[in-house]
């Protein structure tokens, strides 16, 4: 995952936390448009989000209403990994 900076997104709310990671409601500044944001620390032994990431661009051709949208993935440097996908 490429590293870029969050800050295109507010966090309004926690939406949930699990093993993996957290997940936040968002909002994108740029447009004002609600989203979810899926974060994971960068020290965990095997990416989830790497993965799922992958798979969501692997989907993306499909254009289906059936998926989320992935919006955007990155890494906030030494602290975690971040995917934002439609909420």
Request: charged residues 25%.
């Amino acid at each position: 995952m490429r590293k870029r900076h969050t800050k295109r997104f507010q966090i309004t709310g926690e939406l949930g936390q699990g093993s993996f990671g957290a997940v936040y409601a968002v909002t994108r500044r740029s447009d004002k448009q609600h989203l979810a944001m899926k974060v994971e620390s960068v020290n965990v032994k095997k990416s989830m989000l790497a993965h799922e990431a992958e798979v969501l661009l692997s989907l993306s051709v499909v254009k289906s209403a059936h998926f989320v949208i992935l919006y955007d993935k990155g890494s906030v440097e030494n602290r975690f990994l971040f995917l934002v996908q439609t909420l």
